[in-house]
């Protein structure tokens, strides 16, 4: 699944739409039009001989000038489901319009000025431009509207870093539009010692809106034992696991049985439309179905399904930042903090039991499916193995970022970190990697101090900018180390 987002592209202008404006509207639209998974909306010109409709997204210009054309196109951005509002002073611009749009979308807001051409020739205070006087107005008027907006600069449209703004701000609002009222499952109940993975549902109403979707794991069980031996759907995820792991060392009734657990998950999913589900790995579903199941949570998640172990529902949530922050381009990790390495003390290994989707391996040559009793694949294969069903595997080496989210007294908070992950020589149970971070000590102190817990999303690539322009929009407090 490619992740897209809807961007309303709002070039403002404050008098005369000049021949500078037309080619500052233009050229920047090209530039937005361009980034990877981006829909623009934006107002056109009145066909000659029509009068403007801005609710119907026409100006006279093409562009915003006055209130008029600032309700009418905030009316027709609203009908478009723009998911985040770019804007623009052309020249002066004119902030009473820009302001009223971001006013009634209430939606993630870009601002940036152009910068100047070369001057006239004759000495006077005439200016082409005028957009860095202007751009201080427009933010002036977010302000005071309390408008949380990101600020990116004064730029000619062709310049590289312009580009990158808006590439981090697509990302950012595609992050604000998953979370804002997903739905998350939750399956089954957390581990008895599990108090870390509380969560106030209440909570996550009041800052995204969102639903949990309750189910009893024994519902599941239910759903998954009612399936016949032979349904379609239930061999074609048995091909499929065959076909996407190099080496298998579980029995046959291992798959049959994970198969069935996992089209239930999957018809859950479906049935509620999820964002996102966290999952009772242990003790239920061994005793009911004699298998784990954590290769089944990487499937999931491989299939944008994203699934936290041990019905961490924040953690879930959490794996939703990482991914969509990414634009769907690649898969989470939902990891533990296990242990400092024993000699490198920045070292530390960022592991779960076999959950990690294939495509994050190091070397698809040596993935594996295994049983926790025989992580070397070197036993006796046994049949009615509860301990079925780990995939193992190194985790692919480069940069990654770290993403948690915690809530105390209805107050929110977002770990930010980063590290790469190194390549070993090791081989170590479940789906693992050494990661190197830049001081452990002080990723540690932070991860104890500030009430983090032992669970968190690793994503690849480095996603600090478009995690902080999120806690920027969603007014949650950014602890970042890197």
């Given at each position: 699944?490619?992740?897209?987002?809807?961007?309303?592209?709002?070039?403002?202008?404050?008098?005369?739409?000049?021949?500078?404006?037309?080619?500052?509207?233009?050229?920047?639209?090209?530039?937005?039009?361009?980034?990877e998974g981006v829909e623009v909306v934006v107002p056109e010109a009145a066909p000659e001989g029509t009068?403007?409709?801005?609710?119907?997204?026409?100006?006279?210009?093409?562009?915003?000038?006055?209130?008029?054309?600032?309700?009418?196109?905030?009316?027709?951005?609203?009908?478009?489901g723009v998911d985040g509002v770019v804007l623009c002073p052309l020249d002066f611009g004119d902030e009473?319009?820009?302001?009223?749009?971001?006013?009634?979308?209430?939606?993630?807001?870009?601002?940036?000025?152009?910068?100047?051409?070369?001057?006239?020739?004759?000495?006077?205070?005439?200016?082409?431009?005028?957009?860095?006087?202007?751009?201080?107005?427009?933010?002036?008027?977010?302000?005071?509207?309390?408008?949380p907006f990101r600020y990116a600069g004064i730029f000619f449209p062709e310049e590289e870093e312009l580009?990158?703004?808006?590439?981090?701000?697509?990302?950012?609002?595609?992050?604000?539009?998953?979370?804002?009222?997903?739905?998350?499952?939750?399956?089954?109940?957390?581990?008895?010692?599990?108090?870390?993975?509380?969560?106030?549902?209440?909570?996550?109403?009041?800052?995204?809106?969102?639903?949990?979707?309750?189910?009893?794991?024994?519902?599941?069980?239910?759903?998954?034992?009612?399936?016949?031996?032979?349904?379609?759907?239930?061999?074609?995820?048995?091909?499929?696991?065959?076909?996407?792991?190099?080496?298998?060392?579980?029995?046959?009734?291992?798959?049959?049985?994970?198969?069935?657990?996992?089209?239930?998950?999957?018809?859950?999913?479906?049935?509620?439309?999820?964002?996102?589900?966290?999952?009772?790995?242990?003790?239920?579903?061994?005793?009911?179905?004699?298998?784990?199941?954590?290769?089944?949570?990487?499937?999931?998640?491989?299939?944008?399904?994203?699934?936290?172990?041990?019905?961490?529902?924040?953690?879930?949530?959490?794996?939703?930042?990482?991914?969509?922050?990414?634009?769907?381009?690649?898969?989470?990790?939902?990891?533990?903090?296990?242990?400092?390495?024993?000699?490198?003390?920045?070292?530390?290994?960022?592991?779960?039991?076999?959950?990690?989707?294939?495509?994050?391996?190091?070397?698809?040559?040596?993935?594996?499916?295994?049983?926790?009793?025989?992580?070397?694949?070197?036993?006796?294969?046994?049949?009615?193995?509860?301990?079925?069903?780990?995939?193992?595997?190194?985790?692919?080496?480069?940069?990654?970022?770290?993403?948690?989210?915690?809530?105390?007294?209805?107050?929110?908070?977002?770990?930010?970190?980063?590290?790469?992950?190194?390549?070993?020589?090791?081989?170590?149970?479940?789906?693992?990697?050494?990661?190197?971070?830049?001081?452990?000590?002080?990723?540690?102190?932070?991860?104890?101090?500030?009430?983090?817990?032992?669970?968190?999303?690793?994503?690849?690539?480095?996603?600090?900018?478009?995690?902080?322009?999120?806690?920027?929009?969603?007014?949650?407090?950014?602890?970042?180390?890197?």
């Amino acid at each position: 699944m490619s992740v897209k987002v809807k961007l309303g592209f709002v070039p403002s202008y404050r008098f005369f739409f000049s021949p500078w404006c037309a080619k500052m509207r233009d050229e920047s639209l090209a530039v937005l039009r361009g980034i990877e998974g981006v829909e623009v909306v934006v107002p056109e010109a009145a066909p000659e001989g029509t009068e403007p409709n801005p609710a119907m997204g026409t100006t006279r210009t093409g562009a915003v000038s006055g209130l008029d054309d600032g309700e009418g196109v905030a009316e027709f951005f609203r009908r478009e489901g723009v998911d985040g509002v770019v804007l623009c002073p052309l020249d002066f611009g004119d902030e009473r319009s820009a302001s009223k749009i971001a006013e009634k979308l209430g939606v993630p807001v870009l601002l940036y000025a152009t910068k100047e051409p070369p001057a006239v020739e004759n000495a006077s205070l005439a200016r082409v431009s005028d957009s860095y006087c202007g751009n201080l107005s427009m933010a002036s008027g977010l302000y005071r509207r309390n408008i949380p907006f990101r600020y990116a600069g004064i730029f000619f449209p062709e310049e590289e870093e312009l580009r990158r703004e808006f590439e981090t701000f697509a990302a950012a609002v595609a992050v604000v539009k998953a979370l804002k009222g997903a739905r998350i499952g939750q399956v089954g109940v957390r581990p008895g010692t599990f108090e870390t993975v509380a969560y106030d549902e209440v909570a996550m109403i009041n800052k995204f809106q969102q639903n949990v979707i309750p189910v009893n794991i024994s519902d599941i069980v239910a759903q998954a034992k009612a399936l016949a031996d032979d349904d379609p759907e239930v061999l074609a995820i048995i091909e499929n696991i065959r076909s996407t792991v190099a080496e298998i060392t579980v029995a046959d009734d291992y798959l049959l049985n994970e198969a069935k657990v996992e089209l239930a998950l999957r018809r859950f999913w479906k049935e509620n439309k999820l964002s996102a589900m966290a999952v009772q790995c242990w003790p239920s579903i061994g005793r009911e179905m004699g298998i784990s199941v954590c290769a089944l949570y990487g499937r999931l998640t491989e299939n944008e399904m994203l699934t936290a172990c041990e019905v961490d529902v924040v953690g879930a949530i959490s794996m939703m930042v990482n991914y969509y922050a990414g634009m769907g381009r690649i898969k989470p990790h939902f990891i533990d903090w296990t242990i400092q390495h024993r000699e490198n003390e920045n070292w530390l290994l960022a592991w779960h039991c076999g959950n990690a989707p294939v495509s994050l391996a190091a070397d698809p040559s040596k993935t594996a499916l295994r049983s926790r009793r025989n992580m070397t694949g070197e036993g006796d294969i046994l049949e009615q193995d509860a301990t079925a069903g780990l995939y193992q595997f190194q985790i692919k080496p480069g940069p990654v970022t770290f993403c948690r989210l915690v809530e105390y007294n209805d107050q929110w908070k977002m770990l930010i970190a980063t590290g790469r992950v190194v390549p070993s020589d090791e081989d170590l149970a479940g789906t693992w990697s050494w990661v190197e971070v830049t001081d452990h000590a002080e990723l540690y102190r932070t991860l104890v101090e500030e009430g983090f817990i032992h669970h968190a999303s690793m994503i690849h690539g480095d996603q600090v900018d478009v995690l902080l322009e999120v806690c920027d929009f969603l007014d949650i407090e950014p602890v970042v180390v890197l």
